[in-house]
């Protein structure tokens, strides 16, 4: 594949410390960077006014706004707002939760107002008040003040809220186009889904288009059922220039060639993006290499694996109003503690970037020792066992075996001829659990050491339960809460006793 000048080639330099860690840091100078967010719309709306910044669907066509329209309501919406807010688009959609206790004494703000009383409609908030000295207020707006909290998406704890600054926001951007140089060649555009209330919609891409005066579509649609023909018809009418949902099939189709790509890696925490992969690869996974201002430290596992620490301009000050947990997130030379794992691409080049290798968190010792590592022996699984296995939870933790419990995928099920019936909370047709036992046993058979051998499985009947936070706001499961809100299950695997536990033959 060959090398393309949209990306900035690989330069970083490792230090190897006398306690075994090892810092890895770009050699590449940051940018400039503005000092609020609100520099961006000024910039765009005195250059480029009449530009598309923000679009959403309004019936056959697009409700459009451009940089000074954008800032013109944005004014209006400061000059109105109070320190306690809370907003929903339809007040009659969610009357129940706007009623609750929690939220006594606190404005409601909705688009569509509905029956609601009490409620204030967003068109009142954009009347404005020319009384109001908007640029005193905004001259009150530094690096450090506090843009937004946003909520971790609580995969492996409980969720915690991020202190999201002005800085980092703005350094983030500036390090994204030090290594993507052709963000700041031509104004970007974007046809996206993602929710704003979570850092990869919210801040990466709505501040890349903002920083870059580039224009955002809001995609209506969703890859889901039901939902991926509004999104099929928003592509047809606008074509971004970037794609954050990688539709390498319909490119390959178009040009014949696979487009420019590439991967990145972060967290809420980090404003997100801390490392990215700026040269091609042939690889899936690597997600390359610091980005400018960013330093890793990198403390040994086992095996070539590092757990993975941060520090940087980009890194949140803490979680809001949670001091103990702010605490624990930082070790004692102020680096961030991510919980994430990577490997080398090459242990004898740093250049080529390393590999993400799962959540420390996610994998777990068995009684005798061994260390599982739960993440890639999931993804494996779930390939085996398609299309029968929708998502699963692995088991083991202070236990002699590995153990799997499945959420079905009850379509694929009833359609390979087998029931749904169920006992106790698990799935028990006689058919279905010899198909499974058959491939666990083939799995076993290929799979033999005790760190990715299979001793038994269950099939839940109920899927995961969003309402009970076994499933996060991004959609991935929340391991801890599905084996704490069925543990009788969880008993019932480990017992042996159960018709509905699936043990393969030896």
Same mark, same amino acid.
């Given at each position: 594949m060959k090398r393309t000048s949209n990306f900035k080639p690989h330069d970083v330099s490792s230090e190897q410390r006398s306690d075994e860690t090892l810092l890895l840091r770009s050699n590449a100078e940051m940018?400039?960077?503005?000092?609020?967010?609100?520099?961006?719309?000024?910039?765009?709306?005195?250059?480029?006014?009449?530009?598309?910044?923000?679009?959403?669907?309004?019936?056959?066509?697009?409700?459009?706004?451009?940089?000074?329209?954008?800032?013109?309501?944005?004014?209006?919406?400061?000059?109105?707002?109070?320190?306690?807010?809370?907003?929903?688009?339809?007040?009659?959609?969610?009357?129940?939760?706007?009623?609750?206790?929690?939220?006594?004494?606190?404005?409601?703000?909705?688009?569509?107002?509905?029956?609601?009383?009490?409620?204030?409609?967003?068109?009142?908030?954009?009347?404005?008040?020319?009384?109001?000295?908007?640029?005193?207020?905004?001259?009150?707006?530094?690096?450090?003040?506090?843009?937004?909290?946003?909520?971790?998406?609580?995969?492996?704890?409980?969720?915690?809220?991020?202190?999201?600054?002005?800085?980092?926001?703005?350094?983030?951007?500036?390090?994204?186009?030090? %290594?993507?140089?052709? /963000? *700041? +060649?031509?104004? =970007?555009?974007?046809?996206?889904?993602?929710?704003?209330?979570?850092?990869? &919609?919210?801040?990466?891409?709505?501040?890349?288009?903002?920083?870059?005066?580039?224009?955002?579509?809001?995609?209506?649609?969703?890859?889901?059922?039901?939902?991926?023909?509004?999104?099929?018809?928003?592509?047809?009418?606008?074509?971004?220039?970037?794609?954050?949902?990688?539709?390498?099939?319909?490119?390959?189709?178009?040009?014949?060639?696979?487009?420019?790509?590439? %991967?990145?890696?972060? /967290? *809420? +925490?980090?404003? =997100?993006?801390?490392?990215?992969?700026?040269?091609?690869?042939?690889?899936? &996974?690597?997600?390359?290499?610091?980005?400018?201002?960013?330093?890793?430290?990198?403390?040994?596992?086992?095996?070539?694996?590092?757990?993975?620490?941060?520090?940087?301009?980009?890194?949140?000050?803490?979680?809001?109003?949670?001091?103990?947990?702010?605490?624990?997130?930082f070790d004692g030379e102020g680096y961030f503690i991510t919980g994430d794992a990577m490997v080398f691409v090459d242990p004898d080049n740093v250049n080529a970037g390393m590999r993400f290798d799962g959540r420390i968190s996610e994998d777990f010792k068995l009684l005798t020792g061994t260390w599982v590592r739960a993440t890639a022996l999931r993804m494996s699984l779930l390939s085996h066992f398609a299309p029968l296995a929708a998502d699963l939870v692995m088991t083991g933790q202070d236990k002699s075996d590995i153990g799997v419990l499945i959420f079905p995928n009850k379509e694929a099920i009833e359609t390979a001829g087998h029931a749904l019936d169920d006992v106790d909370g698990m799935l028990s047709d006689p058919s279905l659990l010899t198909a499974l036992r058959d491939r666990l046993a083939a799995w076993n058979e290929a799979n033999a050491s005790s760190s990715t051998r299979i001793a038994r499985a269950a099939l839940f009947a109920e899927p995961a339960s969003l309402v009970d936070a076994e499933i996060t706001a991004k959609g991935n499961l929340n391991f801890r809460k599905v084996l704490q809100r069925r543990s009788a299950i969880l008993d019932h695997l480990y017992n042996g006793s159960h018709d509905a536990v699936i043990v393969p033959k030896d």
């Amino acid at each position: 594949m060959k090398r393309t000048s949209n990306f900035k080639p690989h330069d970083v330099s490792s230090e190897q410390r006398s306690d075994e860690t090892l810092l890895l840091r770009s050699n590449a100078e940051m940018g400039d960077v503005v000092d609020t967010s609100a520099d961006w719309l000024h910039r765009w709306s005195v250059e480029a006014p009449e530009r598309i910044f923000l679009a959403e669907r309004s019936g056959a066509g697009w409700r459009e706004e451009t940089y000074q329209s954008t800032l013109q309501k944005v004014r209006a919406i400061i000059s109105l707002v109070k320190p306690s807010m809370a907003y929903v688009v339809d007040a009659d959609k969610f009357a129940h939760a706007i009623t609750i206790d929690a939220l006594a004494g606190v404005e409601i703000v909705a688009s569509d107002v509905g029956s609601q009383s009490g409620v204030t409609g967003m068109d009142t908030l954009l009347q404005g008040d020319s009384g109001v000295d908007i640029d005193a207020a905004r001259g009150q707006v530094t690096p450090d003040s506090v843009v937004k909290i946003l909520m971790t998406s609580g995969s492996t704890s409980a969720p915690k809220g991020v202190m999201t600054t002005q800085r980092m926001m703005c350094v983030n951007q500036t390090q994204i186009a030090d %290594s993507l140089p052709f /963000l *700041t +060649e031509r104004p =970007p555009s974007v046809v996206d889904w993602l929710p704003w209330n979570h850092v990869f &919609g919210g801040s990466h891409n709505f501040n890349m288009m903002l920083a870059n005066g580039g224009s955002f579509y809001i995609d209506d649609g969703k890859p889901l059922k039901g939902l991926f023909d509004r999104t099929v018809e928003n592509l047809k009418m606008v074509t971004g220039s970037l794609v954050f949902n990688v539709p390498v099939g319909m490119a390959l189709d178009v040009k014949g060639e696979v487009p420019l790509m590439t %991967s990145s890696w972060g /967290l *809420t +925490e980090t404003a =997100p993006a801390t490392m990215i992969q700026q040269e091609p690869t042939d690889r899936s &996974g690597v997600i390359g290499v610091p980005m400018s201002g960013v330093t890793l430290k990198l403390v040994p596992e086992e095996d070539g694996r590092y757990e993975v620490r941060a520090k940087g301009p980009n890194i949140m000050p803490g979680y809001y109003n949670d001091p103990q947990k702010t605490a624990e997130a930082f070790d004692g030379e102020g680096y961030f503690i991510t919980g994430d794992a990577m490997v080398f691409v090459d242990p004898d080049n740093v250049n080529a970037g390393m590999r993400f290798d799962g959540r420390i968190s996610e994998d777990f010792k068995l009684l005798t020792g061994t260390w599982v590592r739960a993440t890639a022996l999931r993804m494996s699984l779930l390939s085996h066992f398609a299309p029968l296995a929708a998502d699963l939870v692995m088991t083991g933790q202070d236990k002699s075996d590995i153990g799997v419990l499945i959420f079905p995928n009850k379509e694929a099920i009833e359609t390979a001829g087998h029931a749904l019936d169920d006992v106790d909370g698990m799935l028990s047709d006689p058919s279905l659990l010899t198909a499974l036992r058959d491939r666990l046993a083939a799995w076993n058979e290929a799979n033999a050491s005790s760190s990715t051998r299979i001793a038994r499985a269950a099939l839940f009947a109920e899927p995961a339960s969003l309402v009970d936070a076994e499933i996060t706001a991004k959609g991935n499961l929340n391991f801890r809460k599905v084996l704490q809100r069925r543990s009788a299950i969880l008993d019932h695997l480990y017992n042996g006793s159960h018709d509905a536990v699936i043990v393969p033959k030896d």
